[in-house]
C-alpha cells in the first residue's frame, strides 16, 4: 500500500490534520489512520490539502475544440449564443471518431488536472454528418466513453434525444448528426450502449431538458 499525509484531508464535514490515506495499487482508497506509525510511513505532503475528487455534472466534450474559437470582446454586440451555436455546429460537423476522441481526452484529462473524477457527460453527437448512422450505431459513443476510460475518469454517459431544432420547428439540417427521429430507435440504441460499456467506471443514463 501507498501513503500520504497531507496537511489538511477533508473528512466527515471538515478538514481534519494528522490523517493518512492509504491506497492499493490500483489507486483505490483502503484506509484511513491517525496512528503514529501509519503516520510515520506515509509520504508526507506539507503545505498541501486533500479532498475528495470532484464531480463535473454537466459536460459536452467534444465542444472543448471550440474553446478560444468564439464570443470575441468588442462593442459591436455581434457575439451571441445563436452565433456561438453556428460554431459549436460547424465544428460538430467535422468531427471524425477518431478526431473525437482525442478531443474528448484531452477534456477529460483537463477534468482530471482540475481534481474532477466523475463527469456526467450529456451526449447527442449519434450519427455522421450526414445523418446516417455507423454501422455500430453508438460509435461516436463509444469513442467518448474510451476517451474517459484511457484517462481514467469514471463517465455516466447521458444520451439526449433531439427531435427538432426548437418548439415547432422542424429539424435544422446543421443538427443532423444529432437527431434520433424515432423514440423506439433512440431506445434501442440506448439499450445496446449500455450493454457496449465495460463496466466499473462508465455507465449509461438518457438526459431530459
Not at 30 to 54: I, Q
Not at 131 to 141: E, H, I, S, V
Not at 180 to 192: I, K, V
Request: some cysteine; glycine content about 12%.
Amino acid at each position: 500500500m501507498t501513503g500520504w499525509l497531507p496537511d489538511y484531508l477533508w473528512r466527515q464535514g471538515e478538514f481534519q490534520s494528522g490523517v493518512a490515506v492509504f491506497v492499493n495499487s490500483s489507486g483505490q482508497i483502503t484506509g484511513l489512520s491517525s496512528d503514529a506509525a501509519d503516520l510515520a510511513r506515509a509520504e508526507r505532503l506539507a503545505g498541501r490539502a486533500m479532498l475528495p475528487g470532484l464531480v463535473n455534472t454537466h459536460s459536452h466534450a467534444f465542444q472543448r475544440a471550440i474553446r478560444g474559437r468564439t464570443e470575441r470582446r468588442g462593442g459591436n454586440g455581434y457575439d451571441t449564443f445563436w452565433t456561438w451555436r453556428e460554431a459549436m455546429y460547424q465544428v460538430a460537423n467535422k468531427l471524425s471518431p477518431e478526431a473525437l476522441y482525442h478531443v474528448a481526452r484531452m477534456a477529460f484529462l483537463e477534468m482530471l488536472f482540475g481534481g474532477i473524477t466523475s463527469v456526467g457527460e450529456f451526449y447527442y453527437l449519434h450519427r455522421d454528418p450526414g445523418g446516417d448512422g455507423y454501422p455500430d450505431r453508438n460509435a461516436l459513443a463509444m469513442q467518448t466513453i474510451r476517451a474517459a476510460e484511457d484517462t481514467g475518469l469514471r463517465i455516466a454517459l447521458l444520451r439526449a434525444a433531439y427531435t427538432r431544432a426548437g418548439w415547432n420547428q422542424p429539424a435544422d439540417p446543421a443538427q443532423a448528426r444529432f437527431i434520433t427521429a424515432r423514440a423506439e430507435h433512440f431506445m434501442t440504441e440506448t439499450e445496446a450502449l449500455a450493454r457496449q460499456c465495460s463496466g466499473g467506471g462508465s455507465w449509461v443514463g438518457v438526459a431530459t431538458a
